[in-house]
T-cell receptor, first 111, second 114 residues
Framework: KQEVTQIPAALSVPEGENLVLNCSFT??????LQWFRQDPGKGLTSLLL???SQREQTSGRLNASLDKSSGRSTLYIAASQPGDSATYLC??????????WGAGTKLIIKP | KAGVTQTPRYLIKTRGQQVTLSCSPI?????VSWYQQTPGQGLQFLFE???????NKGNFPGRFSGRQFSNSRSEMNVSTLELGDSALYLC?????????????FGAGTRLSVL
């Protein structure tokens, strides 16, 4: 059974810092891995989608990596801003083409 | 282009009642997926509809059902509500089949069961 873990559960950093969020999964048989952010009252926003054959994806200040063999992904946020404050969720698509979600990392960027 | 619209935004029901939630996808999207989010279990996949057919189903009891109309709008129904059904219900739409593609989420319907 696929399980997704995100560490840490919460993170608070000063504005301007670069930071890394971690995601691990137990079964390497994934279709893709996705990162989302969730803002209160606004649902979920897809940030990056990495296919199982890819190693990384980039969008603006965000870079996500995927290491299937070790069951790990990282989301790197460069030059953090207060607007980056949100809960970041990692999810993998399993062999049944269902999204299996981590519990999220709540990120606070202090001005 | 309008985003994914979920109605209503908030609902309060009592145990034993039934409820219907609605989701209007982004124009042109044929796939609608439903998710339940609770503090204890986090986000869990309920089911996915593509071109009016249920293509995938998560591990939820039969009290949870859904359907999709020819205009791709989808409804989710929960019968015989239990306290544990209190949750944020999110729907997401995509051009292609569900989780294989980027999904766009609505703001959710928050259901409280008393």
């Amino acid at each position: 059974k696929q399980e997704v873990t995100q560490i840490p559960a919460a993170l608070s950093v000063p504005e301007g810092e670069n930071l890394v969020l971690n995601c691990s999964f137990t079964d390497s048989a994934i279709y893709n891995l996705q990162w989302f952010r969730q803002d209160p009252g606004k649902g979920l926003t897809s940030l990056l989608l990495i296919q199982s054959s890819q190693r990384e994806q980039t969008s603006g200040r965000l870079n996500a990596s995927l290491d299937k063999s070790s069951g790990r992904s990282t989301l790197y946020i460069a030059a953090s801003q207060p607007g980056d404050s949100a809960t970041y969720l990692c999810a993998v698509v399993n062999s049944n083409y269902q999204l299996i979600w981590g519990a999220g990392t709540k990120l606070i960027i202090k001005p | 282009k309008a985003g994914v619209t979920q109605t209503p935004r908030y609902l309060i029901k009592t145990r034993g009642q039934q409820v219907t939630l609605s989701c209007s996808p982004i124009s042109g999207h044929r796939s609608v997926s439903w998710y339940q989010q609770t503090p204890g279990q986090g986000l869990q996949f309920l089911f996915e509809y593509f071109s009016e057919t249920q293509r995938n189903k998560g591990n939820f009891p039969g009290r949870f059902s859904g359907r999709q109309f020819s205009n791709s709008r989808s409804e989710m129904n929960v019968s015989t509500l239990e306290l544990g059904d209190s949750a944020l219900y999110l729907c997401a739409s995509s051009l292609g089949e569900g989780a294989k593609n980027i999904q766009y989420f609505g703001a959710g319907t928050r259901l409280s069961v008393l």
